[in-house]
């Protein structure tokens, strides 16, 4: 078992990874089980694929389980179905000492923390991320919340879980399409401030998408360890540290904005080809070698991620995806914070970007 700690000083936390973990889950969470019984909250695919087990597991070690189910998908993140989840909470009269669990993707974990939140005013709540985008991004950090109409994640809450249950092996039952597009969270941390781990991503893709199960344990808790380092220097994202971590997203927001927030592409291959952009409009300014960008969009291509506007599928112009840009909630005064890069590892928080000159290189970018 793997331990990292995230030393934040008032909500410190461990991560625990290890290949297999989830078989005797029910071991690890008996002292966060109040009165011998634990809040679960899933989804549709995760309840079919791994909630009996699960609760098989709790049951062996005396703990029973009372389970919500949420839909699968973005909808899952809806007013609507955190009106149902706080009910609910509320009919199994949920008390302040209760662990609520999350078990499944980004959307339950993002979901389940905020009413974890609000719920009498605060329970703590557990993540046990079942996607490779959660285990190394979205379960670590505190951030949760749900979608509004007027865009995603926008009604929301800091809410640090009070620990996070990571198996790697549960990685062997995601659609590959899943796995690639959480892979582009793990380059992300290499390219933010740590070429060595560019270079382990790079020469271990192959492995990584065989199943190798040393590789992707180290991939996820090489992730796992800059995130925490990260968060805990900047927990709430007010001096900059913790922007970096959003190195692709203005870009890939704007994609998934133009292609609908919708399955037509997935919140990680926007964000690859958000980096992609990223670095490649940093050679543009002169400030990241030629040689960083081409080495950064051809690992992103080989891991089989979008590099560019058409491969993500976007028709929109370069205009037309700023627009986009106009309403992100980093808008501050005007302008943009801009994640750029002066070479892999080494990006940088840009409060200078013109977003008329982002329109021209996108319309230029090919
Ligand atoms: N996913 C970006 C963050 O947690 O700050």
């Known amino acids: 078992m793997t331990v990292i700690p995230v030393d934040l000083s008032n909500s410190p936390y461990d991560i625990h990874v290890r290949a297999g973990l989830l078989a005797d889950v029910g071991a690890i969470l008996r002292s966060y089980a109040r009165d011998s019984r634990l809040l679960v909250v899933t989804d549709e695919n995760v309840a079919h694929a791994v909630l009996p087990q699960f609760a098989a597991t709790l049951s062996s070690a005396g703990i029973s389980c009372a389970h919500f189910i949420l839909p699968a998908g973005e909808a899952g993140k809806s007013w609507v179905q955190l009106e149902r989840l706080t009910d609910w909470l509320l009919e199994q009269h949920v008390e302040r000492s209760d662990h609520i669990v999350a078990l499944g993707g980004g959307v339950v974990g993002d979901i389940t923390g905020f009413a974890a939140h609000i719920i009498k005013r605060g329970c703590p709540f557990v993540q046990i991320p079942t996607t490779l985008l959660a285990q190394v991004d979205s379960s670590v950090g505190g951030k949760t919340a749900i979608n509004s109409a007027a865009g995603k994640n926008l009604v929301g809450a800091f809410h640090q879980p009070a620990l996070v249950l990571i198996d790697p092996e549960i990685l062997s039952t995601l659609p590959t399409r899943q796995l690639t597009a959480g892979f582009a969270e793990i380059v992300k941390y290499g390219l933010i401030d740590d070429p060595a781990f560019f270079a382990f991503c790079a020469d271990n893709l192959d492995s990584f998408f065989a199943?190798?199960?040393?590789?992707?344990?180290?991939?996820?808790?090489?992730?796992?360890?800059?995130?925490?380092?990260?968060?805990?220097?900047?927990?709430?994202?007010?001096?900059?540290?913790?922007?970096?971590?959003?190195?692709?997203?203005?870009?890939?927001?704007?994609?998934?904005?133009?292609?609908?927030?919708?399955?037509?592409?997935?919140?990680?291959?926007?964000?690859?080809?958000?980096?992609?952009?990223?670095?490649?409009?940093?050679?543009?300014?002169?400030?990241?070698?030629?040689?960083?960008?081409?080495?950064?969009?051809?690992?992103?291509?080989?891991?089989?991620?979008?590099?560019?506007?058409?491969?993500?599928?976007?028709?929109?112009?370069?205009?037309?995806?700023?627009?986009?840009?106009?309403?992100?909630?980093?808008?501050?005064?005007?302008?943009?914070?801009?994640?750029?890069?002066?070479?892999?590892?080494?990006?940088?928080?840009?409060?200078?970007?013109?977003?008329?000159?982002?329109?021209?290189?996108?319309?230029?970018?090919?």
């Open 211 to 366: 199943g190798d199960p040393d590789i992707r344990a180290q991939a996820i808790i090489r992730s796992v360890q800059s995130k925490a380092r990260i968060v805990a220097a900047d927990e709430t994202e007010r001096t900059g540290t913790r922007a970096l971590l959003n190195l692709g997203h203005t870009f890939g927001h704007a994609l998934e904005a133009d292609t609908g927030f919708s399955d037509r592409l997935f919140h990680g291959e926007a964000v690859a080809a958000g980096m992609a952009l990223a670095f490649r409009y940093s050679v543009r300014l002169g400030l990241c070698p030629a040689d960083d960008g081409m080495r950064v969009t051809a690992l992103l291509k080989r891991a089989g991620l979008p590099t560019t506007l058409s491969e993500a599928g976007v028709t929109a112009n370069g205009a037309a995806l700023v627009d986009y840009m106009r309403h992100d909630k980093k808008m501050s005064g005007g302008t943009l914070p801009f994640l750029l890069a002066r070479g892999i590892g080494h990006t940088f928080l840009s409060k200078d970007v013109a977003l008329d000159d982002v329109a021209a290189f996108l319309d230029s970018d090919v």
